[in-house]
């Protein structure tokens, strides 16, 4: 039958950490894989010393900085040409956290770079895929067998967005909290770097940003029906030994991960979470949408993933839709 189709499943982020340990199971569950990165060198370099050649052929490698958003449109169409209707799942997982910024940085459109990468770049892409990824909803050759799957997207989240969690009210340097969204409506670019409209706050920045992310999905959620899309976002765990903890103080990157393993014991390997977003993302127990699945803060051998109650600040449906349209203005879908 000529229109079966290999299935892939895009992944933004894979130099490093959760990103690229997603790659291997999702290639093992039988996914051919679209790995966006803002270096396809380094995406490879990294691939290779974690999977076999062969299965680095199921690998294909896109440039795109999410930074920039005339980048994200160009990959987009790279991607929509190359991969069309065979594209199933899309999975947003790349991020920066610069919590030691004095003054913001900028992306290529003035937008607070935190926001602009997080947020603003993957919210950009769905939308530029999210017509092809709706009319793909057809039959997929996963192993050699022919399967039914509803078209996808994941967004990684964190406990530290949400202020219904413990970890989510921690002070330092402030919760997310979008507030009026005073700095989105007078158009997020300098002197605005917060979303509120505030002083800059960096590590509050990346706070807010996957609020965006995790609100993101609960409009997606709300457009379309799990028959024609399946949308959730969720909480890896503490993977304390990333790289996304790179501009942090060197005594902290010592001692966070010694913290989560023994004090909190919320501490999960790079892998682990690679193969919980692989899992949340593409495996048949999953098709409720706008649910973001946890595994807790402290981990439990044999625990099942559950839905996480989540904050009003991420629910509350006129903050989610007035998050939804003034970033379909920021970034120039309207
Ligand atoms: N680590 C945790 O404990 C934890 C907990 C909850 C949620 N998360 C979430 O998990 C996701 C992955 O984090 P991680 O811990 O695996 O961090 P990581 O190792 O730093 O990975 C981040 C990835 O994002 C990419 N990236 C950064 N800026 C980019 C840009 N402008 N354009 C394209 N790609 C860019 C990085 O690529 P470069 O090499 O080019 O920088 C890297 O591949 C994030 O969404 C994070 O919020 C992490």
Not at 5 to 32: D, E, Q, Y
Not at 255 to 277: H, M, N, S
Request: one cysteine or more; charged letters at 25%.
């Amino acid at each position: 039958m000529t229109d079966i189709k290999k299935g892939f499943a895009l992944v933004t982020g894979t130099t490093s950490g959760v990103g690229l340990n997603t790659i291997k199971p999702l290639i093992r569950s039988g996914w051919h894989v679209i790995a966006v990165n803002r270096s396809n060198k380094r995406a490879i370099e990294e691939l290779s010393k974690i999977i076999n050649k062969t299965d680095i052929l199921k690998v294909n490698f896109i440039e795109i900085d999410l930074s920039n958003l005339n980048d994200v449109r160009a990959g987009s169409e790279e991607i929509l040409e190359k991969f069309g209707d065979s594209l199933k799942i899309v999975i947003c997982n790349a991020a920066v956290y610069k919590p030691r910024l004095k003054r913001p940085e900028r992306s290529a459109q003035g937008f607070e770079n935190s926001m602009a990468v997080n947020h603003f770049g993957h919210f950009l892409l769905i939308n530029l895929l999210l017509d092809r990824l709706l009319s793909s909803n057809t039959k997929v050759e996963l192993k050699r067998k022919v399967v039914n799957f509803i078209p996808r997207i994941t967004i990684l989240g964190t406990v530290t967005a949400n202020y219904n969690e413990l970890g989510g009210r921690i002070p330092i340097p402030a919760p997310a909290d979008l507030g009026d969204l005073a700095g989105f409506e007078q158009g997020f670019l300098s002197p605005i770097s917060m979303a509120n409209g505030k002083r800059f706050k960096p590590g509050k920045a990346y706070k807010d940003s996957k609020l965006c992310n995790m609100i993101t999905v609960q409009e997606l959620s709300k457009k379309f029906s799990n028959k024609e899309l399946i949308c959730n976002s969720l909480y890896p765990g503490c993977v304390a030994n990333t790289k996304l903890f790179r501009d942090t103080p060197w005594l902290f990157r010592i001692l966070f991960p010694i913290f989560q393993k023994f004090i909190t014991g919320g501490f999960v390997t790079e892998e682990l979470a690679g193969e919980r977003v692989a899992f949340i993302a593409s495996n048949e127990r999953f098709i409720q949408s706008g649910v973001h699945w946890s595994w807790g803060n402290r981990q439990k051998t044999g625990r099942k993933a559950f839905s996480q109650k989540l904050s009003q600040r991420i629910v509350n449906p006129v903050i989610s839709n007035r998050v939804w349209e003034l970033s379909k203005k920021l970034v120039g879908l309207v």
